[in-house]
Structures are given as C-alpha cells and as structure tokens.
C-alpha cells in the first residue's frame, strides 16, 4: 500500500555542502562514482556497468566500498512486428490505443541551475533545472504521453525540502492519478562524471536514485532497473548507474516513482537537455501506452537487436534438441 500522507520519512539532509562532492572507492582504490549527495553506510550503487556496490564506511568525503557482484537485470528486446519492447514474462506496447499513459513531473530542489549556461549553480526562484523539466516534458508529449508538469517552487534548498515537495507529489497522484512520476534533479560534482557523447552529440548522462527508507523499495529499484536496461540498449552511455541511497525521496508515494539526476552544475544546459531527451524514450519503451498520434519508440542498436535475435534462436535450437532427445529415449525404452 503506497503512503498518500502528506508527511515524508526523510530525516536527513540529503546533499553535501556547495563545492563539496563525495567520492565513492572500491578496496582497491579505484573510483567508482562521485555524487553531491550524502553517502552513508549501508549506501549501495549499481554502475553503469550494471556492478552492485556496497559501503562499508565512510572516511572523510571517501566512501569505501565492496564489490557485491553483478546485478541481475532485466533482459529486453524490441520485437519489430508487434513494435512492442519485451521483458522476461510480459510485454510494454509501444502503441496502446486511445488510452494515454500519464507522466507527473516535478522538481523538488527548484533552484539548481547549470553553472556553464546559467552563471552560477543556484538560483533564487526556478532554476536551469525547469529549462531542463521543460525539455523532457516536450519530449514527452511528442512521443504522445499526457504529461502533467507541475512548478511549483519548492526553496529553500534545504533539509525541509522534500516536505514540501512532498505536497506537491501528494497532489499530483490524487488529481492525476499517474502512471510514473518523474522528480528531476542535478548533482554537483565535476563534469567529467556526467559528460558523455552519444552518437557525435554531446550530452549529460542520467543519474537514477532510489530512497531506501521507502518500505516499498524493491518495488521502486526493479521499476528503475528497468529503466536502465532499456537506457542500456537504446542509447548506451546515457546511463551512470542507480544510486540507492539513506532517505526515501518520496518515492513511497508510487512504485513508479524515480528521481534522476540529469547532469551536473558543471555540465552545460543545452547537454542535459539533450541528455534528458534521449532519457524520454525510455519512458516510453518502458511505461508504453502513449498513444498512436506519438513518434515510434526508437528500436535497439543493430548490434543489441541481434544479440537478442540469436538469443531467441538458441533458446529455440537447444528446446528442440532436448525434444528431440526427450522422444529419442523414450522410443528406445518402448523397444
């Protein structure tokens, strides 16, 4: 059952202090991340190379990690007859009739800014961050969803802000009743972390952040891991990996629920626009359900789509051997 009380169960404050970024490591030393926001014991991270990692203690702005193995992600296809996406046991149509998938968006630290474009890093009042909503929601609504922007301003960036962006998410799900609800963010760390290039433009990678403190969580991480196996195969380099860290950033409220983090403030605008852009087809390959009027969901790669193909034929080959071998036995015992 999903909390629509108007109280949230952060208790933290959630980011480092301007300037101030920490800096995640294995036990060997190697960098695996670095964020803006507050890492704690306990906190894990699954890198973009779909690695899981644990901390196991925090050192200064240095968290130690361990490497916990490779995470199992969903697997995905585009099957290009039914123009659907395919994961393991169901299917998200791409086109669903009249009815519109909805996308509630929102931003509960209203002041982040991109310091390249905007001048500095934080702004009284809306943000860079809003040019950056403004970029997705249009996406969205030319890939044919029903998106449901709100602006309301949530500053000061401080501990209280995800109590009041809390009202907002709260309203957004009993007015709208949507089918994910999307609140956008930037980090605050260097720009190499986010900067990316996908196929010759240059853009921000996409950061997605689970609250562990929300009860529902594994509801939450499976909905965003979905997400980045989709990001993996349509646009591979735009995902820098899911952060699992000590609050529940409201996501209580909805298991669709996600915050992502869309560069940094030392990334240009103009690149997490376009970073957030690529972002909005996944939405659509994995929510589905916007409407026939929209653009076609992008298909995987040529080289993932084949790779699933072969896949599927292996799967057929060996079930037909094992048939095979099944009636071979079988006929020999009745001799």
């Known amino acids: 059952m999903w909390n629509l009380l108007g109280v949230s169960v952060s208790t933290a404050n959630e980011e480092m202090p301007s300037g101030q970024y920490f800096t995640m490591v294995d036990e060997n030393n190697n960098i695996i991340h670095q964020t803006g926001m507050i890492v704690s014991v306990g906190d894990e991270y699954i890198s973009a190379d779909n690695a899981r990692y644990k901390v196991l203690e925090i050192k200064g702005d240095i968290a130690i990690c361990n490497y916990q193995g490779e995470e199992r992600m969903p697997v995905v296809g585009y ?11 169901q299917e998200v149509p791409v086109l669903a009739g009249d009815k519109k998938t909805t996308i509630a968006v929102y931003h509960t630290h209203s002041d982040e800014s991109y310091v390249p474009s905007d001048g500095k890093e934080s702004i009284e009042g809306n943000g860079g961050i809003y040019d950056v909503g403004q970029a997705f929601v249009d996406e969205l609504k030319k890939l044919g969803f029903d998106v449901q922007y709100n602006k309301n301003n949530h500053n000061p960036h401080d501990i209280n802000a995800y109590s009041r962006s809390r009202k907002t998410a709260v309203s957004l799900m009993k007015k709208e009743n949507p089918d994910v609800i999307v609140d956008v963010h930037r980090d605050a760390v260097p720009p190499g972390v986010y900067q990316a290039e996908i196929e010759g433009q240059e853009v921000t990678k996409i950061k997605l952040v689970i609250g562990k403190q929300n009860p529902n969580m594994k509801t939450n991480l499976e909905f965003a891991k979905k997400i980045k196996a989709v990001m993996d195969k349509q646009n591979p380099g735009l995902s820098n990996g899911i952060f699992i860290g000590k609050s529940d950033f409201n996501q209580d409220l909805s298991p669709r629920a996600i915050l992502i983090e869309v560069g940094a403030h030392t990334n240009s605008k103009t690149a997490a626009s376009e970073g957030v852009k690529l972002f909005a087809s996944t939405m659509q390959a994995v929510a589905g359900g916007a409407d026939n009027q929209g653009a ?29 071998f099944y009636l071979l036995n079988k006929g020999s015992s009745s001799k």
């Open 296 to 324: 076609a969901a992008k298909p995987l790669n040529q080289d993932n789509q084949g790779s699933f193909t072969t896949i599927l034929i292996l799967l057929v080959v060996v079930a037909a051997a094992g048939g095979g």
């Open 79 to 89: 099957d290009t007859k039914t123009q659907a996406w395919v994961f393991k046991g």
